[in-house]
């Protein structure tokens, strides 16, 4: 019976992990109330509260976990300070952050439980992003245009972007690890190629800049030779270099979008959006404006109803000063974590999954509320516990 209980929740996991790469895709005309990644949720917490138990044994979660009470208590304390802005209790506490951060919880405890479920998390998300680019790629799948805007599976295309240069880093990590037998090139081939279209077809500007910041960290960090890292620098210059010409070539959209921003510093609005941030937060230094008068500030300073496009920034309006403090204490924890893991082992893969995931955050509308980001940020922590030893009793450091 245990057993059964083992594979069903493994199964659950795989389908949310799945779901979330299609979080906004709309199908069958039901995301307007669920999204894909909300449906899969349900089963998926179901399957996990006969291991409950077991997964409240992981105490030294609280080092992770610690800092967002903190967020969310000082986002209550906001709110309720900007009352102006609240019209019911759903104003004072933000439950779709409270969500997500248990969801982590659930996670993160769940792949230390079952080690063996980091891996298959990390295959089943490449498998969702070749699926993901296989319907685009040869069937056109997913395509929509919203205010003139391309829409891939129902997201904003940057989301996407990021979501397929995450696929491709992993596989290059992969490829790095097995042995360049010509099976694996082919398979990594197979895989990588259309989900690199699909990254092109973003015409995301940000998304293609991490994708070549997260290559030359692979190459950077890669425990190796000098002569051996001097090689693969100028053989991933030659690839970046390649593909950049390529893209300026083939792709026109993309090329107008390139040379708007090395023309003209071109930030598709988000300076102007960063700068009236950092007015409303020089107006509410210390205590924000609460998650309901996030929107209605926006408005007053910049015109318009939208987010800073900075979850940094994004953080600080809505939580205040201490909020601001606590997030950063909960993303410094992570990589303290992450960096003492690769000097140990030598394990990049994740610290460079760390840094493309935070150099989205730090450009994208409403981060702080994306299931994906999320996701990854309980794999980066299961991970922690996974490299160093893989059972109930590792001592996360503090």
Known sequence: MVQIFKNLNRLFLYVLIFAACFEYWDPFNIAKDFSLARIATIPYILSVLPFLKQFLNFKNLLYFISPLLLLIISGIFSSVFN????????????????????????????????????KGVLNVYILAMFTMAFLYTLFGVGVEYIDKRLFLFGENANQTAMKTALA????????????????????????????????????????LLTFFIGVFLIILLKKTNWLSKIGLLLLGLGFSTYLFIYIMD???????????????????????????????????????????GLLPSMKIYSG???????????????????????????????????????????????????????????????AMTLIFAWIFFAIFISSIYYENNANLDLNVKN
Do not use: C
């Open 83 to 118: 009352d102006i802005y609240v019209g019911g209790i759903a104003d004072v506490l933000n439950f779709r952050i409270f969500q997500l951060v248990l969801l982590m919880i659930l996670i993160a405890a769940n792949i230390i439980l079952f080690p063996n479920l980091l």
């Open 250 to 292: 083939n792709d026109k959209d993309f090329k107008a979008r390139i040379e708007t921003t090395v023309n003209k510093g071109d930030t598709a609005g988000r300076t102007h959006l960063w700068d009236s941030a950092y007015r409303i937060i020089e107006d509410n230094m210390m205590f924000g404006v609460g998650n309901s």
């Open 304 to 366: 318009t109803y939208t987010e800073p496009h900075n979850v940094l920034l994004e953080v600080w309006l809505i939580y205040g000063f201490i909020g601001f403090i606590a997030f950063l204490l909960f993303l410094f924890r992570i990589i303290k974590q992450l960096l003492i893991v690769y000097k140990i082992k030598g394990e990049f893969i994740q610290l460079v999954l760390f840094f493309v995931v935070l150099l989205n955050m730090l450009k994208s509308g409403g």
């Open 168 to 207: 491709l880093l992993l596989l290059i990590s992969i490829l790095i690890r097995e042995k360049l037998k010509f099976k694996n090139i082919i398979k990594f081939l197979i895989l990588s190629l259309p989900i690199l279209n699909l990254l092109i077809s973003t015409n995301s500007r940000g998304g």
